[in-house]
């Protein structure tokens, strides 16, 4: 069955959803607002093709989402209708692709290579992604599309998160993830953006500004509502740190006034929230660290083991075949599948050595100061939605030392469509500078006003008088100003005196 839906999504869909789109701007915005949205269903709005359920590594099959869809349709009206204008190969393809070469090497040495194929496929997928995001943004299409898809993929997130805590009284919600860990890494992406949006753009509506903060701090209620210890620090941090970029670089009273709304509220929810919280903080786990410990040291054994690691998404798979890497294991030694390093640098060096390491550092490096840089340089909102975005990165960053959450697949397609916004924005300032701040465009110049009559033609003979003068002895001399011939005196005099 599943097949089937494929297969007509793929012949009909996509093909029915580039139509659509391919007469208007206003259709292709909506297209880029389905897609900032779609990964936010995670397992409900893909299938997965040759799937392999029992193994632990982060990608068990060649999945395809509602995102692969809707980005293929988009592509498409893009190629067709702007490939002049299109930039093939935009920011950071070349370090991107030299992670993929070194991927493929990996892979190929690996213990099970089919395994590094399935995340292999998801790698072009999610570059697709990018490219289509980052070219919608520099042929036309506006910010705010992506601004409509991260709100309404917040507040979707937000309904699941409220009604699995207060309906089904779940401890540690999970929201359409597999799992509770999953969503501080998403939603602390796009928490600082869509604060920026609803107190700095001063072009939206009051409902449109209200929805964006409604995601926004309904994101938040959803990381605490996970009780992820690092994810909270986090999410208070960059959600301060956000409201100060606002306020530094699109200042008005609108940002001062909702500003101090959204700390009072940070004030209220975290005094309600704040018994949960230290519970929380208390009473943790020590085997959940411990067992962080174990897979890390892992994971480190592998990397110094071989320079082009054990194969992409093999770590795993290795963890439970090769008794050195579990020798060991003590809280995790009964675990008949080895699971998978808590860390995402050294899960990157176990499976792919330390040179590919390096290399996926200097990708995440150069996004994130992209966006740092034309915050720090520009003006207006452009800027501060390029801090915001910062913020978001340096949120899953740091958190990456203690998850490996940036390898699951909703996490990775938001990170993907993050930098690619952070891309096209940069695009855009450049080519408009007016839009991508979000100031309004300067007014022209208005035009003098109209000479009386009376006034031009007494201009007109005190010019020809003065023409008159310089001419000739004979009255037929030309005249030379510069490098313009005038005509003849005699010719300026019968002007005057008509």
Not at 66 to 84: E, N, P, Q, R
Not at 111 to 133: I, N
Not at 196 to 208: I, P
Not at 415 to 435: I, K, N
Request: aromatic content about 10%; charged content about 15%; overall charge positive.
């Amino acid at each position: 069955m599943k097949y089937a839906a494929f297969a007509v999504a793929l012949m009909a869909g996509v093909p029915a959803m580039a139509g659509f789109a391919m007469s208007s701007e206003k259709r292709r915005a909506l297209l880029l607002a389905l897609l900032v949205f779609a990964p936010v269903l995670a397992d409900a709005g893909g299938i997965n093709f040759l799937s392999v359920e029992h193994y632990r590594g982060p990608d068990r099959g060649f999945e395809i989402t509602v995102t692969d869809l809707v980005a293929l349709a988009l592509g498409i009206v893009l190629v067709s209708k702007h490939s002049a204008r299109l930039q093939w190969a935009p920011f950071n393809t070349g370090p991107m692709l030299a992670l993929f070469g070194l991927a493929v090497v990996s892979t190929a040495n690996g213990a099970l290579p089919e395994f590094g194929v399935f995340t292999l496929f998801k790698a072009v997928r999610l570059y697709v992604t990018f490219w289509v995001v980052a070219n919608s943004l520099r042929t036309g299409v506006p910010l705010e599309a992506c601004r409509q898809g991260f709100t309404a993929a917040a507040l979707y997130m937000t309904f699941f998160c409220v009604k699995q805590k207060y309906l089904f009284h779940m401890y540690r919600v999970n929201g359409p993830f597999d799992h509770s860990n999953g969503i501080p890494l998403y939603a602390n992406l796009v928490i600082p953006a869509l604060l920026v949006w609803a107190v700095g753009d001063t072009r939206l509506g009051r409902r449109d500004a209200l929805l964006s903060l409604a995601g926004a701090l309904g994101l938040v209620f959803s990381v605490v509502a996970t009780q992820s210890r690092a994810g909270l620090v986090l999410a208070g941090g960059i959600l301060v740190a956000a409201l100060a970029a606002a306020r530094w670089k699109a200042p008005s009273p609108r940002v001062s006034a909702a500003g101090a709304f959204v700390l009072a509220a940070m004030v209220l929810g975290g005094a309600m929230a704040a018994g949960t919280i230290v519970k929380r903080f208390k009473e943790a786990p020590e085997a959940s660290e411990e067992a962080r410990k174990e897979f890390n040291r892992a994971a480190e054994l592998m990397a110094h083991d071989r320079w082009t690691g054990v194969g992409l998404n093999n770590f795993s798979r290795v963890l439970t075949d090769v008794p050195r890497y579990r020798d060991f294991l003590v809280v995790m030694a009964v675990e008949e599948e080895g699971g998978v390093a808590h860390h995402i640098y050294w899960l990157t060096a176990a499976e792919l050595g330390f040179p590919a390491l390096f290399v996926f550092g200097l990708v995440l490096v150069r996004f994130a100061v992209l966006a740092l840089w034309h915050g720090i340089r520009g003006r207006g909102l452009g800027s501060a939605l390029a801090l915001a975005f910062f913020l978001g990165m340096a949120a899953l960053h740091l958190q990456g030392t203690l998850e490996w959450g940036l390898r699951i697949t909703p996490i990775t397609f938001q990170f993907t469509l993050c930098v690619a916004v952070v891309v096209g924005l940069v695009e855009q300032s450049r080519h408009a500078p007016a839009a991508a701040t979000g100031q309004s465009a300067p007014a022209e110049a208005p035009a003098p006003p109209p000479v009386p009559m009376n006034a031009r033609r007494k201009q007109l003979v005190e010019k020809q008088l003065a023409l008159a003068a310089a001419a000739g002895p004979d009255g037929t001399g030309l005249v030379l100003t510069g490098a313009v011939e005038q005509r003849p005196a005699r010719r300026r005099r019968q002007v005057f005196r008509g």
